[in-house]
């Protein structure tokens, strides 16, 4: 009979490299999972912050005497306010 512990070896470093492999790949899977979930959770606050900002603006353009519907810059976001009837829409333009 042959000896056949270097065939053993040969088949646990298979298995390692194949588990290594696919360990390797599942992280890659959750780490992308978790940058999505980041970028829209941060999208959807920045959504918010940028509409309480706007609502802010609006509300001081319109304790003016005469409101003033130009477009204005403010956290370098354009943000436009247009009567629409007795209130106001606000808009706030931003690239992401």
């Known amino acids: 009979m042959k000896n056949r512990s270097g065939w053993k070896k040969g088949a646990i470093l298979l298995q390692t490299l194949v588990m290594s492999v696919i360990l390797s790949m599942i992280s890659v899977m959750v780490m992308q999972w978790i940058m999505a979930r980041y970028l829209l959770v941060n999208r959807v606050q920045q959504s918010a912050r940028d509409t309480g900002n706007a609502q802010g603006f609006a509300a001081v353009r319109l ?23 007795t209130k106001y829409q606000v808009t706030v333009v931003d690239t992401y």
Request: hydrophobic share 25%; glycine share 4%.
């Open 63 to 85: 304790n003016r005497t005469t409101p003033d519907t130009r477009p204005a810059v403010m956290d370098n976001k354009q943000v436009k306010c247009i009567p629409a009837g």
